[in-house]
């Protein structure tokens, strides 16, 4: 069964350096999405990406915050200045979405610990 | 009042149990539902769409009830592989593709 992809599984950085968070997307799928959850909470939107640019972010995707496709395979997350609250389970997803199949796919997540 | 809400549980239920989880959305333009299953520390796994007629996959029976904003995931004959926390998820208005997830039941199946 397909996959999404996602390194590392857990990454420790401190607090005002920059991460880059990494993704490769179910190969034909057209959507993609980064979503967090801080331990214990909810799955929350950060940012959507179709064709190429964003669609849709939350409040959440502030400045601090960026996504790219550079190559036609990877989808990465860049936290520019990285805060302790953003310590949390980063999801990437994506998705297909034809007339008769749709729903994310989310790859495994990568832990962020911000000390 | 919040986009979508679930009652945290947990539910614990004895194997071959039928139980129910309800998980309520404020806004009405809402269009799409998903249930997805989350283990601990896991990602989240698409369990099934939910569809205005309801529809069914082996065990597990989803349902949407528009006049009152609400969808429902009943589970038949309850494994404790079923163990889980079961995340409602609702396309708040169609417009794009994002979800709002609830913030879960967990659910414990004890043999």
């Known amino acids: 069964e397909p996959e999404v992809t996602q390194t590392p599984s857990h990454q420790v950085t401190q607090m005002g350096q920059e991460v880059i968070l990494r993704c490769v997307p179910i190969?034909?799928?057209?959507?993609f999405y980064w979503y967090r959850q801080i331990l214990g909470q909810k799955v929350e939107f950060l940012v959507s990406?179709?064709?190429?640019?964003?669609?849709?972010k939350s409040e959440i995707f502030d400045d601090q915050f960026s996504v790219e496709r550079p190559d036609g395979s990877n989808f990465t997350l860049k936290i520019r200045s990285t805060k302790l609250e953003d310590s949390a389970m980063y999801f990437c997803?994506?998705?297909?979405?034809?007339?008769?199949?749709?729903?994310?796919?989310f790859g495994s997540g990568t832990r962020l610990t911000v000390v | 009042r919040k986009e979508v809400e679930q009652d945290p549980g947990p539910f614990n239920v004895p194997e071959g149990a039928t139980v129910a989880f309800n998980c309520t959305y404020s806004?009405?333009?809402?269009?799409?539902f998903f249930w997805y299953r989350q283990d601990c520390r896991k990602e989240p796994k698409l369990l099934m769409s939910?569809?205005?007629s309801g529809n069914e996959d082996g065990r597990f029976t989803a349902q949407l009830n528009r006049a009152s904003q609400y969808i429902s995931l009943l589970i038949r004959d309850s494994k404790l592989s079923d163990s889980a926390t079961y995340l409602c998820?609702?396309?708040?208005?169609?417009?794009?593709?994002?979800?709002?997830f609830g913030g879960g039941t967990r659910l414990m199946v004890k043999p």
């Open positions: 997803a994506s998705e297909k979405r034809t007339a008769t199949n749709y729903g994310y796919t």
């Open positions: 939910v569809y205005s």
């Open positions: 998820a609702v396309n708040p208005d169609n417009a794009g593709n994002m979800l709002t």
């Open positions: 190969s034909n799928h057209l959507y």
């Open positions: 990406f179709y064709n190429n640019e964003i669609s849709e």
């Open positions: 806004n009405s333009a809402s269009q799409s």
